[in-house]
Antibody
Framework: QVQLVQSGAQVKKPGASVKVSCKASGYTFSSFGINWVRQAPGQGLEWMGWILAYNGNTNYAQKFQGRVTMTTDTSTSTAYMELTSLRSDDTAVYYC??????????WGQGTPVTVSS | EIVLTQSPGTLSLSPGESATLSCRASQSVSSSFLAWYQQTPGQAPRLLIYAASSRATGVPDRFSGSGSGTDFTLTISRLEPEDFAVYYCQQYGSSLFTFGPGTKVDIK
């Protein structure tokens, strides 16, 4: 069965960087893209960007351009999202989701990231 | 960038009743790229509907989606206790995803 398993919770100081991993199983990793979506406490879903696993092409939401980098390692079927220059308002749960044809059909369990001094 | 607006913000209903949730786009959206998700507290979103009206695998037939252009609807007939949740619409266009702000369906 398709599974996306994300790395564990992290606490970071303002100005630091965070890298979240998303390990896929149960499907051909390179045949799909991976979306990254975040959710601040008590708020809605916010799309951050996507990466195509087969060629590494990315498209980032304008809000995150310059601060986010998405990568994949096809040898381990793992996607990564790194966010730099963290601020307190980056405190959120970060999700990865498999996507094809414009929607996310399988989601990771989420990775809480807390930014606090 | 296409902006999605959902209404109402909160819908208070009793089990067994039906729910009608609206998603309106600031410009026309391809029906192929309109999806609905359900999220319960502490859980990841779950895909319910894709391509405006196709149910995802395992989704009960009491969930149905409709609409085109700028107006889309998610209907839940005969609400079950597990259906009380937040529902988000999402569109994909020009290589960008956007989500609506969500509609919370809570128990009256």
């Amino acid at each position: 069965q398709v599974q996306l398993v994300q790395s564990g919770a992290q606490v970071k100081k303002p100005g630091a960087s965070v890298k979240v991993s998303c390990k896929a199983s149960g499907y051909t990793f390179s045949s799909f893209g991976i979306n990254w979506v975040r959710q601040a406490p008590g708020q809605g879903l916010e799309w951050m960007g996507w990466i195509l696993a087969y060629n590494g092409n990315t498209n980032y939401a304008q809000k995150f351009q310059g601060r986010v980098t998405m990568t994949t390692d096809t040898s381990t079927s793992t996607a990564y999202m790194e966010l730099t220059s963290l601020r307190s308002d980056d405190t959120a749960v970060y999700y990865c989701a498999r996507f094809l044809s414009g929607f996310g059909d399988y989601w990771g369990q989420g990775t809480p990231v807390t930014v606090s001094s | 960038e296409i902006v999605l607006t959902q209404s109402p913000g909160t819908l208070s209903l009793s089990p067994g009743e039906s729910a009608t949730l609206s998603c309106r786009a600031s410009q026309s959206v391809s029906s192929s790229f309109l999806a609905w998700y359900q999220q319960t507290p502490g859980q990841a979103p779950r895909l319910l509907i894709y391509a405006a009206s196709s149910r995802a695998t395992g989704v009960p037939d009491r969930f149905s989606g409709s609409g085109s252009g700028t107006d889309f609807t998610l209907t839940i007939s005969r609400l079950e206790p597990e259906d009380f949740a937040v529902y988000y619409c999402q569109q994909y266009g020009s290589s960008l995803f956007t989500f609506g702000p969500g509609t919370k369906v809570d128990i009256k």
